[in-house]
């Protein structure tokens, strides 16, 4: 088989059946007829959300990075933790690989994803630099599975009711704007997929060739 055949197939995520991708017309999805998962969606102004929603998401994050997290009272005692400090503390407590697993996964991978998401796509969308493009693209490729930003989420939250009983707690401005990063990633990694700007790419390369 041709690799401009193979290019055409796409494989259900759930069920792993094969299908030959066709054009959608705006609003229309691929659904597959075995197990009802959606292949792929028509999506308008695709690059234009990429670039808006990956710069909003660094703007959130770097609150998150820069304010506290959380404020604990015991017996009037106050103090704030942000994910620095957090870091800081698994480091001095001699949790290496515990603290590096955290700053990879909380707060480099995180960053590097939706700076390459920001960059892709505004290369695709001036057509420029393509081999450097299918280098960031297969970067993500890899490094898209390994942002915790909403495991890290989840764990704080479990650990503050946890908390409720012993202390008072006042959330800080952080956690919220972790939480709309995690809502832009989610949206970006799992809704927006890493293919369709492969697509894109592939579309933009047969067309200078």
Not at 19 to 48: F, M, Q, W
Not at 56 to 81: D, G, R, W, Y
Not at 104 to 113: K, N, S
Not at 166 to 191: H, P, Q, W
Request: aromatic letters at 14%; one cysteine or more; glycine letters at 4%.
């Amino acid at each position: 088989m041709k690799k401009e055949d193979l290019d055409s197939l796409i494989m259900c995520e759930r069920c792993h059946t094969l299908y030959k991708k066709k054009p959608l017309s705006i609003g229309e999805k691929a659904v597959c007829g075995k197990c009802g998962n959606t292949l792929y969606r028509y999506h308008s102004h695709l690059l234009c959300k990429i670039i808006a929603f990956s710069f909003a998401a660094l703007i959130f994050f770097a609150l998150f990075l820069f304010f506290p997290i959380v404020t604990v009272e015991i017996s009037k005692n106050q103090s704030s933790l942000s994910v620095f400090e957090l870091i800081k503390e698994l480091f001095n407590s001699r949790f290496w690989v515990v603290g590096t697993l955290v700053t990879l996964t909380v707060v480099i991978f995180p960053i590097a994803i939706h700076t390459l998401y920001l960059i892709a796509a505004v290369f695709l969308k001036l057509k420029i630099f393509k081999n450097l493009t299918k280098n960031i693209l297969r970067i993500l490729s890899h490094l898209i599975h390994w942002s915790m930003a909403d495991i890290f989420l989840i764990s704080f939250f479990v650990a503050m009711v946890k908390l409720i009983g012993y202390a008072r707690i006042n959330l800080g401005v952080a956690l919220l704007a972790l939480s709309l990063f995690v809502g832009l990633d989610l949206y970006l990694t799992r809704y927006i997929k890493i293919f369709y700007l492969w697509d894109i790419w592939d579309e933009i390369r047969k067309r200078r060739e």
